[in-house]
């Protein structure tokens, strides 16, 4: 995996192999960062990362002047991974271990950008329990974005909030806010 823009643009990061994980691709990550960046300013909002697995997006976002990030994953390894690669490319990402309903439940803060990643055998419940978690919650801002990866044979499109959807190969980001 690679940070493809940003001040660390280029950096290559090489995820244990033990990891649970299955990264956003470059391909993927590329396309999804160049719609953001013509509606958002990196530098000025906060981000929830779901499922963050390597920590793949936060570094993006990172990379790219965000300061206010939040990883989330449940898997102690990918927590470890995200935290130790954040210090060593000095980023401010804070890392939690935590079922990510859990902590949908229970986190009081509201941010610019949620982005989960969920693993793609979800069922479409699952998917709708997050994205209602973040909504009944109200954990988006005004304007905020919820942008959730999933299969291309996951379909979202039928929830109240969904706005779009976009793919790339066998990745889909749908978009709500």
Avoid: W
């Avoid at 989330?72 to 927590?79: E, K, M, P, R």
């Avoid at 986190?107 to 055998?121: M, W």
């Amino acid at each position: 995996m690679r940070i493809i823009s940003g001040t660390h643009k280029g950096r290559r990061l090489i995820a244990p192999k033990t990891l649970p994980v299955r990264p956003t691709t470059d391909f993927a990550k590329e396309a999804l960062f160049n719609i953001l960046r013509n509606s958002i300013y990196f530098n000025e909002i906060s981000l929830l990362d779901l499922f963050a697995g390597t920590g793949n997006i936060s570094y993006e976002f990172a990379s790219r002047g965000t300061e206010n990030i939040t990883a989330v994953d449940a898997h102690f390894g990918c927590v470890k991974y995200i935290k130790k690669t954040a210090e060593e490319l000095e980023f401010p990402i804070e890392t939690i271990k935590s079922d990510v309903i859990k902590y949908l439940s229970a986190v009081s803060s509201k941010f610019d950008v949620i982005f989960a990643d969920p693993p793609y055998k979800f069922e479409t419940q699952q998917f709708e329990d997050i994205i209602g978690k973040i909504f009944e919650n109200d954990l988006i801002n005004t304007n905020g974005l919820v942008i959730i990866e999933h299969s291309k044979d996951t379909d979202l499109s039928h929830l109240p909030q969904f706005k779009e959807l976009r793919r790339y190969g066998g990745s889909v980001f749908s978009f709500f806010q």
